[in-house]
């Protein structure tokens, strides 16, 4: 910690069924004050350790390319790589996310950022009682029967304890770190300077719809009422699932930067890969289904919890295996609209309906599409929707290693859109393109061998967008959740 007693280094990183989770979360305190809103000194301080870093290779590129020389970028990347390494949090997070988007920085940028890691240093004790007495009140530790003093996980935002309730539940406690909301800002603000680099190297992606997305996407991340919330939606959907465990929020325990839910006990999804095929297989039906495409009778298949689906560390295989569903704080609902636009290009590429394809890709919001960017869509396409288009059992990707899963792709569309683009992605597709190739990847590890295109083909079976959408309505409402953006009133 320094002087000041922030939690912050010099660099400006931060060290450091007993009761139904359909409570009402207005019953969740909000604590005795607000002393961390988005404030000036703090997003100062922290422009100060991004803004030099980050700036500094932006002004060296723009320099060679005024002067006519060749940018060094293997090397400028390893710059930026080295910056950002030392600062962990929001601004992290953010470029891990970049580095999974094809042609969203160049590719000696994704080579490095895709090494980094967005953990910070967990807070030490001492400085997590004034935090819980911050979010809770000095006697903080009288709420609890037990609470314990190491994390027991640390990422980008927050850290989680655990904790026993004095009715005997064994909890998870979420801890965010101090000062986030004006971290965030300030690394958002930074976040079109990684940006304008690209665009300085001749882009085949028109960026601003991406920034958008990030900037909500990582904003809704702070506000853990907002995940209690989406907590209880994916809870009343796999509420009769013995395959997806869903965990309780605790409100009386939660404000805006802490969240109490219970303990689900599992390991890790690796640990996993040597169990008999069945067992993966059942992990990987469940994982399936958890990602979205569930059934077409449940509003599951308009909302997916980003995280919890792209990091195996954050979904634990259980036994008899399924699957716990652990992080909801960076999610995507989308409007019926959209998944229609999911199951016409599904439809599309299994008939070879070039028609239904362009209408599925407009109805996404692509414009200005012509004959090559749309073969060149297709070749993503094909690949994300390739293992549902073909009526057998086989693994997610046949002869691929789980580390290069999607490069090949990646790498032709990489090149067609440089010849025939730029094409401005519609938002939707920053997290959906992540959440599909961390799940690929998921699967790859387990070797899981399925029909896939019978699990997609029953989830989308007698699928009405009409009653999609009033299904998705009447869960988004009962769980406290914002409808997705475009639903139709």
């Known amino acids: 910690m320094n002087e000041a007693g922030d939690g912050r280094g010099p660099n400006g990183s931060y060290m450091g069924k007993t009761r139904p989770c359909v409570k009402a979360l207005s019953d969740m305190t909000d604590g005795p004050s607000d002393r961390e809103k988005n404030r000036f000194t703090a997003r100062a301080a922290r422009y100060a350790s991004v803004g030099a870093n980050v700036g500094g290779v932006a002004a060296r590129i723009a320099g060679r390319r005024l002067f006519g020389l060749d940018p060094a970028r293997d090397k400028d990347a390893a710059s930026l790589a080295a910056a950002l390494g030392g600062l962990k949090g929001p601004i992290m997070k953010v470029a891990q996310l970049l580095a999974t988007i094809p042609e969203a920085l160049p590719a000696e940028y994704v080579a490095e950022l895709g090494q980094l890691q967005s953990q910070a240093p967990p807070m030490g004790w001492s400085f997590v009682r004034r935090r819980m007495a911050a979010e809770l009140g000095p006697d903080w530790e009288t709420k609890f029967a037990s609470f314990g003093h190491e994390a027991a996980a640390s990422a980008s935002l927050g850290q989680v304890h655990r904790a026993t309730a004095h009715d005997g539940r064994q909890l998870a406690v979420k801890l965010q770190y101090p000062d986030m909301q004006s971290a965030v800002e300030a690394d958002l603000a930074q976040l079109g300077v990684l940006f304008s680099i690209h665009r300085r190297m001749t882009p085949a992606i028109e960026t601003s719809e991406m920034l958008k997305e990030i900037t909500a996407r990582l904003r809704e991340e702070l506000d853990y009422e907002l995940e209690a919330k989406h907590t209880r939606l994916y809870s009343l959907i796999f509420q009769d699932d013995p395959l997806i465990r869903v965990p309780e929020i605790v409100p009386e325990l939660s404000t805006r930067r802490l969240l109490s839910m219970t303990w689900l006990d599992g390991k890790r999804l690796l640990d996993y890969t040597d169990r008999p095929l069945e067992e993966r297989n059942q992990i990987a039906r469940a994982m399936f289904r958890a ?24 979904m634990k295989a259980v036994r008899p295996p399924g699957i716990n569903l652990l992080d909801y704080g960076c999610m995507r609902t989308f409007a019926p609209k959209f998944i229609q636009g999911v199951v016409d290009l599904y439809h599309g590429l299994l008939r070879g309906d070039r028609a239904l394809i362009v209408h599925a890709y407009e109805t996404w919001g692509f414009t200005g599409l012509s004959n090559e960017l749309i073969d060149l869509l297709n070749i993503w396409a094909g690949f994300i929707y390739g293992p549902m288009l073909e009526d057998r059992v086989r693994t997610i990707a046949e002869d ?21 683009g730029p094409v401005t992605v519609p938002r939707e597709f920053v997290f959906m393109d992540r959440a599909a190739i961390g799940l690929g990847g998921v699967f790859l590890h387990l070797d899981a061998k399925l029909n896939y295109h019978q699990l997609f083909e029953d989830a989308i079976a007698g699928s009405d967008m009409a009653d999609v959408a009033r299904r998705q309505r009447d869960a988004f409402v009962k769980a406290g959740v914002p409808l997705p953006e475009g639903t139709v009133p």
């Open 291 to 314: 990602g979205g495409t569930r059934s077409a009778n449940t509003a599951s298949f308009t909302a997916i919890p980003i995280s919890a689906i792209t990091r195996c560390s954050r």
């Open 400 to 420: 691929v290693r789980p580390g290069a899963y999607g490069r090949q792709e990646a790498f032709r569309v990489h090149q067609g859109l440089r010849e025939k």
